[in-house]
């Protein structure tokens, strides 16, 4: 889906903030901004929209893109005349900012270069058009994030039951593909499919989840499952946690190169192929070590086990959060503008 795809206004100004805030210029390269000042300037609407083309490059791009989009703000800023210093300042903006600086998914290079920025800004204290940014170094995002832990759907589903076995996982699984291939199709079951990937209808009790019908049945599967339950044994258990942790950090981090290698102007995060592996990589091993913080009581271990299930909630939640249409966006109400989905299904 191309940034072009868009009804907000387009011109010189778009284009050339495209260009500056490409790979093919240094982060702190200023060469560009007399150029940009020149196409601003013949247009009314020039400030608006260069404002709103850094707020996108802000919100879509990648670390380059927005890194570059703060310095070129900042050479507008200085270079660009009191008729943009007036003018191109709105809320969306400043709201961009604010997350940008503080959120913890944002880039670290791209929150303190943020940072940076708005200890600088605040020499504009009681500037007209500039006094909002002089406050931008002790504010926070005035509006709710789109994903907060409370509301994340994937961290609710891999919180659901994370204490089956992966054999009764993969038995359970067998027997109903089983059923599925040799079944009419009236007893096919119901799809509750994220990213092309079948939700577990088993005992790990997901698809309540999604309000099956088939609740009582379920409860009942749950209940012979826990009577099956092999007790935790620490010893036997202690190789593969520590493989478990491991992989975690390594999962984690992997799932967040991926969100941080595509171009979410171009591309949908859930229609990325490496970023939904390691997606469903992170939800499995997240599963895995509730299960293990469930049954284990020993600082050594716990330690980690709660470090690991941070960097999955991290990453999971930003795939969640970056999941989302360039035209989801909205120049009035950034923050809170209605995802495309959080979820979608593959037809």
């Known amino acids: 889906m191309s940034m072009f795809q868009s009804k907000k206004p387009f011109s010189a100004v778009t284009v050339t903030v495209e260009n500056l805030t490409s790979e093919s210029y240094e982060e702190e390269d200023l060469s560009g901004i007399p150029e940009l000042v020149d196409v601003i300037t013949l247009q009314a609407t020039g400030p608006s929209e260069a404002a709103r083309a850094i707020r996108k490059k802000l919100k879509y791009g990648n670390v380059h893109r927005q890194i570059r989009a703060l310095v070129i703000l900042d050479g507008l800023i200085q270079n660009a005349g009191e008729r943009f210093q007036r003018t191109f300042v709105d809320e969306p903006l400043l709201e961009r900012l604010r997350v940008c600086g503080t959120s913890d998914l944002s880039d670290v290079a791209v929150r303190n270069k943020c940072r940076e920025l708005f200890r600088s800004w605040s020499q504009y204290a009681g500037r007209p058009g500039l006094d909002s940014l002089a406050r931008l170094h002790r504010e926070l995002p005035k509006r709710k994030q789109a994903v907060t832990q409370e509301r994340s759907r994937v961290l609710r589903e891999t919180e659901e039951n994370p204490f089956v076995d992966d054999e009764q996982e993969a038995a359970a699984k067998a027997a109903r593909d089983a059923r599925t291939a040799s079944g009419p199709s009236s007893s096919t079951p119901a799809s509750g499919s994220t990213f092309g990937h079948s939700s577990t209808k088993s005992s790990s009790g997901s698809s309540a989840f999604f309000g099956s019908s088939k609740d009582k049945k379920k409860e009942k599967e749950k209940d012979k499952a826990k009577g099956k339950r092999k007790p935790f044994n620490l010893e036997a258990e202690k190789e593969q946690m520590k493989s478990v942790i491991a992989d975690s950090s390594i999962a984690a981090t992997n799932l967040m190169n991926a969100l941080q290698s595509i171009n979410r102007e171009v591309e949908r995060i859930s229609e990325n192929q490496t970023a939904v592996e390691r997606f469903e990589a992170c939800k499995l091993l997240r599963r895995k070590v509730l299960r293990y913080v469930h049954h284990v009581e020993e600082e050594q271990w716990l330690g980690g086990l709660l470090h690991a299930n941070d960097e999955l909630v991290h990453a999971l939640m930003s795939f969640e959060q ?22 979608r299904s593959r037809r």
Not at 323 to 341: G, K, N
């Open 322 to 343: 970056f999941d989302r249409s360039i035209d989801a966006d909205s120049d009035s109400d950034d923050e809170l503008a209605e995802q495309a989905h959080l979820y």
